[in-house]
């Protein structure tokens, strides 16, 4: 069991290291947004839509993968390199045709969905470059899941770090130094999404077989259809309140005071994310061991005692952080600070999204 622990905890770090400085510059962004996008102005609310159209890109990525990156996980077998390639093929072709056929359909529709979600004068432009960002996203789902799935955790993260350099150092320039508000952003992160799908190509290549097995396709997609529900109850408990409160709010910046203190719940959304991407191909592996019960009881108990640890030092030193110097200004705008009262829960809910995480591996 010592061993199996290491394990675990030798794939976490190598996956925390990099995805912690990685989350870390994305977090940055935060207050970036905040000194350089006007919140008090309500005929430009860029940073509303920032977090706006991020939390519904967050429901269509469920959506572009219909479940068939969880299948990729169940199906793979690394001892049967031809049956793992046979997996990502159906796989990688369901989440293509899915993702580019709603995209086209965005693109169709953007004269009449884009006065929906933003009245920016720009706004069928940034609708267009949006929809395909979860495209290129999706289209990276299942390289993704393989190198996790061949034990490839620093290349893994390696990428991930890469893709948000990338996007950091774009909107730094183009929101910045070129001053085009909301567009660098779309801008910053379409590039970004584009590049990894470049560098995963060869890859792609070289896993894709040109032959449909329809027993295999279809006992997949019975696999993968299920776990739908519960990832769009997921992807609702953390985004759907976005939407909500966009529609329910009396204030134009609520929104963006909302969605800015949501972001500094993310040290505890840092330590759930990283344990999920070792956790789910370490339980997968060792579902058949005699102890896996207590090998999986003793997981959720250290897991319990870090987060409490990360619950606490948060709740008690967010304050001061947000007072902190930074680009244009404080950490945080001070026109955000009365948002701060919520950290404490959303530190709460990631805990127990953790525990979810945990327990999943029982089904």
């Known amino acids: 069991m010592i061993e199996k622990l290491k394990s675990l905890a030798g794939d976490t ?54 479940g068939m990156e969880s299948a990729y996980f169940r199906f793979f077998e690394k001892n049967d390199e031809d049956r793992s390639k046979s997996v990502f093929t159906h796989s990688f072709f369901s989440i293509a045709s899915i993702s580019f056929f709603f995209a086209i359909i965005i693109v169709f529709f953007a004269d009449t969905l884009a006065p929906m979600i933003t009245n920016l004068p720009n ?86 077989i040109l032959k449909f097995d329809k027993k295999l396709f279809t006992s997949m997609l019975k696999f993968a259809l299920p776990t739908l529900p519960a990832s769009f109850s997921a992807i609702i408990l953390q985004v759907a309140d976005r939407p909500i409160l966009k529609a329910m709010a009396t204030n134009p910046s609520d929104l963006a005071i909302y969605g800015v203190n949501y972001r500094l719940g993310i040290p505890m959304m840092m330590l759930v994310s990283v344990f999920e991407y070792a956790w ?58 009365t948002g701060m009262g919520i950290i404490p829960i959303i530190l709460g809910g990631y805990y127990f999204n953790g525990v979810f995480t945990n327990f999943s591996a029982g089904f």
């Open 123 to 208: 706004a069928k432009s940034l609708l267009i470059l949006t929809a395909f960002i979860p495209v290129f996203d999706a289209l990276v789902l299942v390289p993704y899941a393989r190198l996790r799935m061949i034990r490839k955790a620093k290349r893994f993260a390696v990428t991930k770090f890469v893709q948000i350099l990338i996007t950091v150092f774009l909107n730094i320039i183009l929101v910045a130094v070129f001053q085009i508000g909301v567009l660098g952003v779309i801008i910053s992160f379409y590039v970004a999404s584009f590049v990894i799908l470049i560098i995963f190509l060869k890859e792609i290549k070289e896993n894709i």
């Open 280 to 337: 789910k191909p370490f339980y997968m592996s060792n579902h058949k061991e005699a102890n896996a019960k207590k090998l999986y009881a003793r997981v959720f108990t250290y897991f319990t005692l870090v987060a409490a640890v990360v619950f606490l030092i948060a709740s008690f030193f967010m304050e001061f952080v947000v007072q902190l110097p930074f680009f244009g200004g404080r950490f945080i705008n001070p026109d955000y600070w």
């Open 13 to 66: 770090m190598i996956y925390g290291i990099f995805s912690i400085v990685g989350r870390f510059l994305t977090f940055l962004l935060t207050p970036f947004y905040t000194n350089y996008l006007d919140i008090n102005n309500p005929a430009k609310p860029e940073n509303d839509f920032i977090i706006y159209i991020f939390s519904i890109i967050a429901f269509i990525n469920v959506l572009y993968s219909l």
